[in-house]
């Protein structure tokens, strides 16, 4: 999407229809705002080195920031400040997980550069499924063709990625599944 | 107040426009993006006491009191029948719902999930009613600490778009029975703790 520009409108201006279409593109541009809802729908494996999480099924992509072909990241297509909401469920073992951003190339710091670890969730259990959950603003501008993606891991021992949703389940195995998305908030 | 289910339509402008009809609409899409009176948003807790069986996925705020209301402009926690923390949506659109929620520790190494369950009501025009999904878990097994309360919060948007009808219910599991306790403000650790629902409308989708 295009990140709508509005002009100032001076006193005794008379407003054109491009003025006031502006207005109508910015509150079109607000009520469907790029947002993307992702998650995984089969079960995989995160080794002990820990790694990325794929996300294999598309819920809603507005903006078109998921790829099939590129499942473990959103890629975002409308530049600006963006919020994250994920939720991780792996199985028997206590993991972490924790979100990143690589830069695309129309990020002034260059190409494919991988930030810091920013947020970081934990979840508990020596027994059955867990489920890590976090969700915040994205402390970097993102421009178009940066990424976030998640990372899973614990250090020890490889990690059992559930799959889902399984709809009203009766049992914890499942339950909604691991599942990622980006909502943009502010130019 | 609240939108009840008048989405707004966004105007197109012509050289020499003239309708004030025009100027409502443009208007109106401001307040529905902004005006908390108008945007359908709510936040719930529960007032009550909820028994938990082990084992079993219980519905949060299925008590004997009516759930509290801080707000809740388009009217969505009072569509159940029994009372319940559940969001009856009235405006179609695409929302984040989130939740905190928690149980005095029964032992250690019980396990505790929180998440959501949507169901699609009659008027869905995707899903055929009764459908459903459960979304946004957080879980994790209690610890041996004694005195304190486990305390979850999650948030995620539904899955789906939601259409009038639809419910989304916030939900607790565990492993052992419980009661999840209404907020007596007694302490830092125990007691002090009860459990909040929010919602809103994120977006229209397309």
Known sequence: MIVPTLTAMPAGYVAQPADMNALSTAATFLLKRPISRVHAGTAQTITSAGGYVAFNTKDYDIDGMWSSGSNARLTVQTPGWYKFRLGITGGSVPFNVAIASITGANNPSGNNVTSAWRWGGWAYTATTNAAANLQGLWPYYLYSGDALAVWAQNASSSITLVAGPNGASTGTTGNGGSFFGLEWISS | ?206
């Open chain 2, 1 to 206: 107040m609240g939108a009840n289910d008048v989405l707004p339509t966004v105007p197109t402008f012509v050289l020499g426009e003239s309708s004030i009809t025009h100027l409502q609409q443009l208007a109106y899409c401001a307040s529905f993006l902004i005006d908390c009176d108008v945007r359908p948003e709510w936040h719930g807790y529960s007032a009550a006491e909820t028994s938990i069986s082990a084992t079993t996925w219980t519905d949060i705020g299925s008590g004997t009191a009516a759930p509290a209301i801080a707000y809740d402009s388009d009217g969505v926690l009072q569509g159940i029948a029994t009372p319940s923390l559940a969001a009856t949506i009235v405006t179609q659109g695409i929302y984040c719902v989130e939740m905190s929620a928690g149980v005095p520790t029964p032992s250690a190494t019980d396990m505790v999930y929180i998440g959501f369950l949507w169901t699609a009501g009659t008027h869905n025009a995707e899903y055929t009613n009764g459908t459903n999904a459960i979304f946004g878990v957080r879980a994790t097994e209690t610890l041996s600490t004694t005195g304190g309360d486990t305390i979850l919060c999650t948030s995620d948007v539904c899955p789906v778009v939601c259409y009038p009808g639809d419910v989304i219910t916030p939900r607790i599991y565990t492993s052992a029975a419980t009661t999840m306790q209404a907020n007596v403000n007694s302490g830092t650790f125990s007691g002090r703790f009860n459990t909040n629902f929010t919602g809103y409308l994120v977006s229209m989708g397309t």
